[in-house]
């Protein structure tokens, strides 16, 4: 039997507006391009002075925190694409430092997960973008969670990891775009859709 689902999540191949019925669409924040080789090296130093069971690193490319799902539309007046520009438009928060200095096991929904905590600064700051991209996508639509999250970056996948909270060395990366993505699930793909800058 063929997949259920397209092998390419490309706009031009579904549709903007379809995108979102096939895929998680989210805000995410990735470490820029020089940032990247820092938090990779950090990763693997992470790891392996914890002692924790042999991970599964999960691909750089696809190294990210996640923020909020985008807005469930309501009361649509324009193509999804055109009100989350809109959106876009109208949006403000400012840059900021996010610190990832807390390591722990057993996340997920089979438990198999191993991410890294940000401290209380970068929460609050996370918290605080939320509620900015859900009050920029409201005007044209769009309903989004304000709600808090402990927001962490997922390192890598195993089995029998400890679930206790280890302090470990912090690393940091600047945070001067979030990213609107769908996740090709199963394919480790992200598809970046759009960047709304922080200013």
């Excluded at 039997?1 to 903007?16: C, R, Y």
């Excluded at 969670?145 to 927001?151: E, K, L, M, Y």
Aim: with cysteine.
């Amino acid at each position: 039997m063929n997949d259920l689902f397209p092998e390419s999540l490309q706009p031009e191949a579904i549709g903007f507006g379809a995108i979102r019925d096939v895929a998680p669409v989210f805000f995410a924040l990735y470490p820029s391009a020089d940032d990247l080789p820092r938090v990779l090296a950090w990763r693997q130093k992470a790891c392996r002075q914890q002692g924790v069971p042999p991970v599964t690193l999960r691909p750089d490319d696809i190294l990210h925190v996640s923020v909020a799902e985008a807005g469930v539309p309501r009361r649509l007046r324009e193509p999804l694409e055109v009100a989350l520009g809109l959106a876009a438009e109208g949006f403000s928060y400012r840059p900021f430092e996010l610190t990832l200095d807390v390591l722990v096991g057993g996340f997920g929904r089979d438990g198999r997960a191993l991410v890294a905590l940000a401290d209380a600064s970068s929460t609050n700051s996370v918290n605080g973008l939320r509620v900015a991209l859900a009050d920029a996508q409201k005007p044209f639509g769009l309903s989004a969670s304000r709600g808090t999250i402990v927001p962490r970056l997922t390192l890598g996948y195993g089995d029998g990891l400890p679930a206790e909270r280890r302090s470990i060395e912090p690393v940091s990366f600047h945070v001067e775009a979030v990213d609107l993505v769908a996740s090709n699930v199963g394919k480790s793909e992200h598809l970046h859709l759009a960047r709304w800058v922080l200013q």
